[in-house]
């Protein structure tokens, strides 16, 4: 699927046959670790806190449920976890001096300490096929008993990791050469493993497999169960990416080997940074790129201490501007594409094309609102884990001071989730430096948001709004007990959070209500805006050039609702009002007959048949469609 190094090294020779080069596109904040692929995610499942690579994702070992503390959530299951067990999708294998499980794709690793379960099953059985004597059978029961003696998963002190590792390999290698080495105990060991793996419709015979699942460094669940109780930090709600803290100097040297070493040899020129505000610290991170560069390439630095170009995928919100201080080229383009958009709006007529919308589909969406729900709406469906975390460590320090201990903790929660509800950005960037101020930018969009959500919900005291507010504003308690080390944690998760819910709010779900013109329903975009002025954009990029002459110029990215042409054809619309409003009528009334009942009411809707309309209008002619793309459209076009 991505070609060999071979396929790489020619097409970067090609490249540089033509004078060009190769900007590669980078993801620091996550990692896949879908169907067993991830040694390092291996590792953790295997060995928990223990493991070497416990630190490098963000995981909350300690998590408000306590049946998950010192494991890791895996919403892997497509049903019930008893459900799921008791159909034998959940199985006990043995290869080459380890056990694992199997769920379908998924390989899961053993904690060795657990072994015993496993070996120790029907032991009478073994004793009396074997002689006392048999060296294979003293060798059997001393590996019993040395892994009785190995660390558990929750060791953390060097020492002890150190020591698990290396008798955990000992007592592999141990294994694999007895049931190598004797028949009967292969034999014994694997009819344990098919009596273990139960029957189905006896649900009795899975009890000691329960127990030992139950026994790992990591809970299996139903995947729904993930948007209530995950624990470590996902790429927006997705369980198979999980966050790694690239804000840790090991973590940034170990996961980027690769892009080094095609740095160092020229093969790639820049990079393009993914997500850059699910970061911890974007502006740090920034940084530690460019002193890499200048440390080991061999190019000059810039005034600005840039010595690699870097563009990072930000989306800047109404009257947001990249910050001066990142040492980066600019943007991935977004708010370019956005604001060339806007000039083939004929913004005369967006009284008209709002009427037309409106009277169409019988409703007067307000787009604020809309972006207020639909964020609402994601904090308490997908991401409801996160915010509910959120709120207890908020409680937890609301509990230190005897000004806010009596804020309960259904009260913090509902505060928190409001101030991101009214969050007019996608993230601040207070940074965790104890003697860093925060910006006069951060510090107005937190007081806007915690004014907009106080207005929203008068029934909830002021007095929580304004604790949460001194928190991010770093505004200090009157407390001992809260100093910035204690109040940092909070303050660098609520960053990281309100990014993904913006992102899942506007971009995934009120991108797909609000169909006004969906030309204008695209990353960076701002739908509520209906055209701008010539010199708008002049002045743009005049301060563009000023500012950032290198970032990108991007009119379509894999991002990209709909490309320019599409785009393009749907623009028109809003030059011709009356057109519009003319066939919108006539093709509504022509399909009312295809419309049918679906859970009591007529689908589609009229919002999604205004869609319709503009997508078919932004795909015309059909005829630019091949034969074998043409059913694919349709079928997208039907859902």
């Given at each position: 699927?991505?070609?060999?190094?071979?396929?790489?090294?020619?097409?970067?020779?090609?490249?540089?046959?033509?004078?060009?080069?190769?900007?590669?596109?980078?993801?620091?904040?996550?990692?896949?670790?879908?169907?067993?692929?991830?040694?390092?995610?291996?590792?953790v499942?295997?060995?928990?806190?223990?493991?070497?690579?416990?630190?490098?994702?963000?995981?909350?070992?300690?998590?408000?449920?306590?049946?998950?503390?010192?494991?890791?959530?895996?919403p892997?299951?497509?049903?019930?976890?008893?459900?799921?067990?008791?159909?034998?999708?959940?199985?006990?294998?043995?290869?080459?001096?380890?056990?694992?499980?199997?769920?379908?794709?998924?390989?899961?690793?053993?904690?060795?300490?657990?072994?015993?379960?496993i070996?120790?099953?029907?032991?009478?059985?073994?004793?009396?096929?074997?002689?006392?004597?048999?060296?294979?059978?003293?060798?059997?029961?001393?590996?019993?008993?040395?892994?009785?003696?190995?660390?558990?998963?929750?060791?953390?002190?060097?020492?002890?990791?150190?020591?698990?590792?290396?008798?955990?390999?000992?007592?592999?290698?141990?294994?694999?050469?007895?049931i190598?080495?004797?028949?009967?105990?292969?034999?014994?060991?694997?009819?344990?493993?098919?009596?273990?793996?139960?029957?189905?419709?006896?649900?009795?015979?899975?009890?000691?497999?329960?127990?030992?699942?139950?026994?790992?460094?990591?809970?299996?669940?139903?995947?729904?169960?993930?948007?209530?109780e995950?624990?470590?930090?996902?790429?927006?709600?997705?369980?198979?990416?999980?966050?790694?803290r690239?804000?840790?100097?090991?973590?940034?040297?170990?996961?980027?080997?690769?892009?080094?070493?095609?740095?160092?040899?020229?093969?790639?020129?820049?990079?393009?940074?993914?997500?850059?505000?699910g970061?911890y610290?974007?502006?740090?991170?920034?940084?530690?790129w460019?002193?890499?560069?200048?440390?080991?390439?061999?190019?000059q630095?810039?005034?600005?201490?840039?010595?690699?170009?870097?563009?990072?995928?930000?989306?800047?919100?109404?009257?947001?501007?990249?910050?001066?201080?990142?040492?980066?080229?600019?943007?991935?383009?977004?708010?370019?594409?956005?604001?060339?958009?806007?000039?083939?709006?004929?913004?005369t007529?967006?009284?008209?094309?709002?009427?037309?919308?409106?009277?169409?589909?019988?409703?007067?969406?307000?787009?604020?609102?809309?972006?207020?729900?639909?964020?609402?709406?994601?904090?308490?469906?997908?991401?409801?884990?996160?915010?509910?975390?959120?709120?207890?460590?908020?409680?937890?320090?609301?509990?230190?001071?005897?000004?806010?201990?009596?804020?309960?903790?259904?009260?913090?929660?509902?505060?928190?989730?409001?101030?991101?509800?009214?969050?007019?950005?996608?993230?601040?960037?207070?940074?965790?430096?104890?003697?860093?101020?925060?910006?006069?930018?951060?510090?107005?969009?937190?007081?806007?948001?915690?004014?907009?959500?106080?207005?929203?919900?008068?029934?909830?005291?002021?007095?929580?709004?304004?604790?949460?507010?001194?928190?991010?504003?770093?505004?200090?308690?009157?407390?001992?007990?809260?100093?910035?080390?204690?109040?940092?944690?909070?303050?660098?998760?609520?960053?990281?959070?309100?990014?993904?819910?913006?992102?899942?709010?506007?971009?995934?779900?009120?991108?797909y209500?609000?169909?006004?013109?969906?030309?204008?329903?695209?990353?960076g975009?701002?739908?509520?805006?209906?055209?701008?002025?010539l010199?708008?954009?002049?002045?743009?990029?005049?301060?563009?050039?000023?500012?950032?002459?290198?970032?990108?110029?991007?009119?379509?990215?894999?991002d990209?609702?709909?490309?320019?042409?599409?785009?393009?054809?749907?623009?028109?619309?809003?030059?011709?009002?009356k057109?519009?409003?003319?066939?919108?009528?006539?093709?509504?009334?022509?399909?009312?007959?295809?419309?049918?009942?679906?859970?009591?009411?007529?689908?589609?809707?009229?919002?999604?048949?205004?869609?319709?309309?503009?997508?078919?209008?932004?795909?015309?002619?059909?005829?630019?469609?091949?034969?074998?793309?043409?059913?694919?459209?349709?079928?997208?076009?039907?859902?």
């Amino acid at each position: 699927e991505i070609g060999t190094e071979a396929d790489f090294q020619a097409f970067i020779q090609a490249l540089h046959q033509h004078g060009m080069g190769q900007i590669l596109d980078v993801v620091p904040n996550h990692m896949g670790i879908a169907a067993s692929t991830n040694l390092w995610w291996q590792d953790v499942l295997e060995n928990g806190p223990s493991s070497h690579y416990a630190t490098f994702f963000d995981i909350d070992w300690t998590p408000v449920k306590p049946e998950l503390e010192n494991k890791v959530l895996l919403p892997i299951l497509g049903d019930q976890y008893g459900i799921v067990l008791e159909n034998q999708e959940i199985t006990l294998h043995y290869d080459d001096g380890q056990f694992f499980l199997t769920y379908y794709e998924n390989r899961l690793p053993i904690d060795p300490c657990t072994w015993s379960t496993i070996l120790t099953f029907r032991h009478d059985t073994l004793n009396q096929i074997l002689e006392n004597s048999d060296p294979h059978l003293h060798e059997y029961q001393s590996i019993i008993t040395a892994l009785s003696h190995l660390p558990a998963r929750t060791e953390t002190e060097a020492e002890r990791v150190a020591e698990r590792y290396r008798e955990k390999e000992v007592i592999r290698r141990r294994l694999s050469t007895v049931i190598a080495d004797n028949s009967t105990i292969r034999d014994f060991l694997l009819e344990n493993i098919r009596l273990l793996n139960g029957m189905k419709d006896s649900p009795r015979t899975f009890d000691v497999l329960d127990r030992l699942v139950s026994h790992q460094a990591y809970r299996l669940a139903y995947w729904r169960v993930a948007a209530e109780e995950i624990n470590y930090r996902r790429f927006f709600d997705i369980n198979q990416l999980a966050a790694i803290r690239m804000e840790q100097p090991e973590v940034f040297q170990a996961a980027h080997q690769k892009i080094f070493e095609l740095l160092t040899t020229g093969a790639v020129n820049g990079l393009r940074i993914d997500h850059v505000d699910g970061l911890y610290n974007p502006r740090a991170f920034l940084a530690q790129w460019q002193q890499w560069a200048a440390e080991h390439l061999e190019v000059q630095t810039d005034a600005q201490g840039r010595s690699l170009y870097l563009l990072v995928e930000k989306i800047l919100g109404t009257e947001e501007r990249l910050t001066s201080d990142w040492l980066c080229h600019g943007t991935t383009g977004y708010d370019y594409l956005a604001l060339v958009n806007q000039l083939f709006i004929q913004e005369t007529h967006q009284r008209q094309i709002e009427q037309i919308y409106n009277r169409f589909t019988k409703q007067s969406l307000q787009y604020d609102d809309l972006i207020y729900d639909c964020k609402n709406l994601i904090m308490t469906s997908s991401m409801s884990g996160e915010i509910n975390a959120l709120g207890h460590q908020l409680n937890v320090l609301s509990e230190r001071n005897r000004r806010s201990r009596d804020f309960t903790l259904n009260s913090l929660i509902h505060a928190i989730r409001e101030i991101i509800a009214c969050f007019p950005v996608y993230r601040t960037y207070i940074g965790p430096d104890p003697l860093e101020g925060v910006l006069d930018r951060d510090r107005a969009y937190i007081r806007l948001a915690v004014a907009r959500a106080k207005r929203r919900n008068p029934a909830i005291s002021n007095l929580v709004f304004d604790f949460i507010r001194d928190l991010l504003l770093r505004i200090p308690q009157n407390s001992p007990d809260l100093d910035w080390e204690v109040i940092r944690p909070f303050v660098m998760k609520f960053q990281q959070t309100t990014s993904p819910v913006t992102a899942k709010g506007v971009e995934d779900t009120a991108f797909y209500c609000y169909n006004r013109l969906t030309s204008l329903n695209e990353v960076g975009g701002e739908p509520q805006h209906f055209g701008i002025p010539l010199s708008t954009f002049h002045q743009y990029m005049q301060d563009r050039a000023t500012q950032w002459p290198a970032s990108l110029s991007s009119t379509s990215t894999h991002d990209t609702k709909r490309s320019e042409d599409v785009r393009a054809r749907i623009n028109v619309l809003s030059e011709i009002p009356k057109e519009w409003r003319q066939h919108l009528r006539t093709w509504n009334r022509l399909n009312k007959k295809a419309k049918h009942k679906l859970n009591d009411q007529l689908a589609p809707s009229l919002n999604e048949e205004y869609l319709i309309y503009q997508t078919l209008l932004g795909a015309w002619p059909s005829e630019g469609l091949s034969e074998a793309a043409q059913p694919q459209f349709l079928g997208r076009m039907q859902g």
